[in-house]
């Protein structure tokens, strides 16, 4: 199941999107699917599209300032097919892995609601669902930690987020948790490309 265009369950989200609309005609400004191989083992669960970023390209962190960071590790794991241009149309593939957001569209200074969440996470779980051989979900942040736990049927108070945490969750699959590759963290220092390659590195390593 995939929301439509025009999907109206979150009517603040909704708002904002005919608001951008309207600024930008030349942008997706649509709920952003999922980007990547359906048949990986590892999903990579991010916050929600960024507003020059996914919103405008249409495509998981493609366009601002996360995707330099995310690219370049996968690529140095060897689950990236091309060169990462931060267009859509790039070229580059996803190989093993699947990138969503716990959040679609996006919200007013990237900060969903708790409601926004809950609505939102059947696609989540579809998504997930949809994905057989998955084993390791990377969370990207502690609200996708959360989206993605709640949606692979763990319970949140036996899965404390913290960056480089290991969950491995009753229902046999294993949350890895990372700080968001945000601008803003990677300026402020609070995740260097060190501690996120090491994040990635522990989701290969649980592949094994």
């Known amino acids: 199941m995939e929301p439509s265009p025009d999907c109206p369950l979150c009517p603040r989200l909704a708002a904002h999107r005919e608001t951008l609309r309207a600024a930008h005609p030349d942008w997706f400004n649509a709920p952003v699917p999922g980007f990547g191989d359906k048949g990986g083992w590892l999903a990579i669960v991010g916050l929600a599209p960024g507003e020059k970023g996914a919103n405008r390209t249409g495509r998981p962190f493609t366009g601002d300032g996360a ?50 969440m809950r609505s939102c996470r059947p696609f989540l779980k579809d998504e997930l669902r949809a994905m ?3 084993k390791v979900v990377l969370a990207l942040g502690q609200i996708a930690h959360q989206s993605a736990g709640k949606a692979l049927g763990g319970k949140l108070p036996k899965l404390p987020f913290a960056h480089g945490a290991v969950h491995r969750l009753h229902t046999g699959y294993v949350l890895v948790d990372s700080y968001h ?24 390593d649980l592949k094994r």
Do not use: W
Not at 86 to 100: K, M, N, S
Not at 182 to 204: D, H, I, K, Y
């Open 132 to 134: 057989p051989h998955l």
């Open 67 to 116: 995707g330099g960071l995310l690219f370049g590790t996968l690529a140095e794991f060897g689950l990236v097919r091309g060169d990462y241009g931060a267009t859509a149309d790039d070229g580059l593939e996803l190989l093993d892995c699947r990138i969503v957001n716990a959040v679609r569209c996006l919200p007013p200074a990237n900060k969903p609601t708790p409601e926004e």
């Open 181 to 204: 590759p945000s601008r803003l963290n990677q300026n402020s220092g609070r995740l260097t490309p060190e501690m996120f390659r090491a994040a990635v590195a522990s989701a290969v």
